[in-house]
């Protein structure tokens, strides 16, 4: 059987029975672990809110779409983006495709949106040459205002499914 050894000096919890030590130890290390247990909990159920879908369409004022570029909702801390697909449509993502954006008030941005067609393609296996004053140049095909969110006068505030559709002007 279970023999107990006496410690040569007194023992907080008593006698100094071992078992009883290793008891009190565990009993006291308990506390410990259901405060990690709720903090972790706490972590992932605030930090991990779920997104919500934010979709719309650019167009430019006389209801042409834009095609090329990308919309970006953008606060100091948050960041969300979509590319503007062929039709004009964009929907916004935060860090995985289709994951939508945090609740929030977000000021607009559009980037990205240059006509290269005109511009000889660059092999994917070098490197992109140096630009020299008489090679051709992107043409901005929206007004450079919209490349800045503090000077696009676009904000949206999202709360809940939202449908935000942005009318641009040529440059």
Same mark, same amino acid.
């Given at each position: ?49 779920? /997104? ?6 650019? *167009?430019?004022? &006389? @209801?042409? $779409?834009?095609?090329?570029?990308? #919309? ?15 039709? /004009? ?6 860090? *995985?495709?289709? &994951? @939508?954006? $945090?609740?929030?008030?977000?000021? #607009? ?27 051709p140049q992107p043409i901005p095909l ?30």
């Amino acid at each position: 059987m279970w023999r107990t050894r006496k410690l040569p000096f007194p023992s907080p919890i008593g006698r100094g029975d071992i078992r009883k030590r290793r008891f009190a130890a565990l009993r006291n290390r308990t506390p410990m672990k259901h405060l990690f247990f709720l903090i972790i909990v706490t972590i992932l159920f605030v930090g991990c809110g779920q /997104g919500v879908s934010v979709t719309g369409k650019v *167009t430019f004022s &006389d @209801g042409q $779409p834009l095609t090329v570029g990308e #919309v970006v909702f953008q606060t100091d801390t948050r960041m969300a983006s979509g590319r503007i697909q062929p039709n /004009g449509s964009y929907k916004l993502s935060s860090t *995985t495709e289709n &994951d @939508g954006v $945090p609740p929030g008030k977000y000021g #607009v941005k559009i980037v990205g949106t240059y006509d290269t067609s005109h511009m000889p393609p660059i092999p994917a296996d070098t490197l992109p040459p140096i630009p020299s004053a008489d090679a051709p140049q992107p043409i901005p095909l929206i007004d450079a205002k919209f490349e800045r969110t503090e000077t696009s006068g676009l904000t949206c505030e999202v709360k809940g499914r939202t449908t935000f559709d942005i009318t641009v002007t040529k440059p």
